[in-house]
């Protein structure tokens, strides 16, 4: 009997799903997705196993390379797809990715073996009605009066122009990134809107005279195109920094990291099960 839980190289993994068919197991890019990824399965009663990629396998870097993606975790899991793809079946192994700006710019992956997260990341699918209000009600202790619907219409558009401003300085800034305190770029009107000054934000983002400048064209370009707001151009980890900045929390919930974990812990199953990746995942694991 192989022993299902050690780590493995990618050799020892496509063995033990030869060996132990019954193994199912699921495959993330680090320890917070799976955390909710166990909660939901288990609120499923789906029998599986959840691990973060660097738990589970080791994925050298010349084997990330050749898909022409980052050397991170999310590049291992799909290389660990890929790899897997010919020789691994379903439901033996799912490995899911964050989207992050794949499906803006056409970037997946054709793998059976992979799934994308339906929006740019787990944390993206906090923002809906429900979940702000719970969250509101049991994390904030906010009046009635604030609404979910409300606070989300306040911060949409600047996350939206958060996810533009973040593509823009990957394509023409490779070696920039958006600045840490991007909020010092921001600010909230007489109506409690967030206003975010791009040009600012690129600025202190890019040293760069011809990159910057290249910057703002792609941004502008990339606005245009967005037409409507949509959860599909919502960086998730970027919610509880805005949260912040519109309801001006307790202390205790000043911290992005901490106030992130309370808006997870507020999401429902009711929330992600009629989301397509919740729905495959799934079919799946439910899988004879």
């Known amino acids: 009997m192989i ?8 050799d020892e993994l496509e063995t033990l ?21 166990r909660w939901y399965t288990s609120e499923h009663s789906l029998d599986c196993e959840i691990y973060s990629v660097d738990d589970r396998v080791e994925v050298p870097a010349e084997t990330v390379r050749p898909l022409g993606v980052d050397i991170n975790a999310k590049g291992r899991v799909m290389a660990v797809a890929e790899s897997l793809r010919d020789t691994v079946s379903i439901p033996s192994l799912t490995c899911i990715v964050d989207a992050d700006f794949d499906y803006l710019l056409g970037l997946l992956i054709d793998n059976p ?40 219409e306040r911060i949409q558009s600047a996350l939206t122009k958060l996810f533009l401003i973040r593509v823009a300085i990957k394509e023409c800034a490779a070696s920039s990134r958006l600045i ?5 770029c921001m ?11 791009v040009d600012e934000m690129l600025r202190r983002s890019i040293s760069s005279r011809a990159e910057r400048d290249a910057a703002a064209e792609r941004y502008s370009t990339l606005r ?9 151009t919502v960086r998730g980890h970027d919610i509880a920094r805005l949260l912040i900045l519109v309801l001006n929390p307790p202390a205790k919930l000043s911290d992005a990291d901490t106030l992130e ?6 999401l429902e199953t009711a929330v992600l099960d009629a989301q397509p990746m919740f729905v495959e995942l799934r079919r799946r694991l439910a899988a004879a």
């Open 187 to 197: 600010s909230t009107n007489a109506s409690g809107g967030v206003q975010v000054n």
């Open 3 to 10: 022993d299902p839980g050690t780590r493995r190289t990618l």
């Open 224 to 232: 245009a195109g967005c037409t409507q707001e949509s959860l599909k």
């Open 17 to 37: 799903y030869d060996v132990e068919p019954r193994v199912r197991d699921v495959l993330v890019e680090g320890r917070s997705d799976v955390a909710v990824l």
């Open 180 to 184: 840490a305190r991007f909020e010092r």
């Open 113 to 152: 073996l992979l799934l994308y997260t339906d929006f740019p990341s787990l944390e993206s699918y906090c923002l809906n009605g429900d979940t702000i209000n719970k969250f509101l009600r049991l994390v904030v202790h906010a009046d009635q009066t604030v609404d979910g619907s409300d606070v989300i």
């Open 261 to 266: 974990r309370s808006l997870l812990g507020c």
